[in-house]
């Protein structure tokens, strides 16, 4: 039988490694992948998860060690995780709005890419009706 | 078991760090260094807080808050900037 703080000290090392990792595939996947949209959803996801873990493995420490439950490292945790989407979602308009390329494997096609008003491809324009 | 574990964690996040700079310095558009510079912020509020666990102190719980805070607003602002040509209109 194992004691409680030996316990409490593997809980926070996993959660410690855990963020660790999370926040490096987050970087690998920012470094390594193809166009812009692929790269966004590197980061988003996998920081803030990264960074959640290694906020639950510091409630967790100093919980531990200053005794009673200090809470107060969960108004960061809280703050990204309303901010990431919000980031994110800001990023990704700006792109679209910048008419970045897209790899060409890329299913779908976003409406932004078709309002092209300064130079018009009537070729290309030609079968498609546009919407009412 | 926990400095191992902290150590690693450092490591980890000093490696993503560089790697969020490496993608800032050769990113082809304004997006993509604007997503390694937020990514960036979130990996040095994950250092602060390491750091924080290692010396034992909770002091540097408001700077990681306030990088937070500071960080979100300069990414809107950047991204409204490059949206509309102007932050308030």
């Not at chain 1, 008419?99 to 070729?123: A, I, V």
């Not at chain 2, 996040?13 to 979130?42: E, H, K, N, Q």
Request: glycine share 8%; charged share 15%.
């Amino acid at each position: 039988m194992i004691g409680f703080y030996t316990f409490m000290e593997g809980v926070i090392a996993f959660f410690l490694i855990a963020g660790g990792m999370f926040a490096f595939i987050g970087a690998l996947g920012l470094t390594h992948l193809k166009d812009f949209y692929m790269r966004l959803h590197g980061p988003t996801k996998t920081s803030t998860l990264g960074v959640g873990c290694v906020l639950i493995a510091s409630t967790c420490y100093f919980s531990l060690v200053q005794g009673g439950i200090s809470v107060h490292e969960l108004l960061i945790t809280i703050f990204l995780f309303i901010t990431a989407p919000v980031s994110a979602h800001l990023l990704a308009k700006s792109a679209l709005h910048q008419k970045l390329p897209h790899d060409p494997r890329t299913q779908g096609h976003p409406k932004e890419f078709d309002e092209d008003e300064e130079n018009p491809k009537p070729s290309e324009r030609a079968g498609i009706t546009p919407p009412p | 078991m926990l400095d191992v574990a902290l150590w690693t964690s450092l490591a980890l996040f000093a490696a993503s760090v560089l790697l969020t700079l490496f993608r800032a310095i050769i990113g082809p558009s304004l997006p993509d260094r604007i997503l390694a510079l937020d990514t960036m912020y979130i990996n040095s509020i994950g250092l602060i807080i390491l750091f924080g666990i290692w010396i034992n102190s909770n002091i540097y719980f408001e700077a990681a808050l306030l990088i937070a805070m500071l960080g979100f607003i300069s990414t809107v602002a950047v991204c409204k900037y490059l949206l509309r040509g102007d932050i308030i209109e």
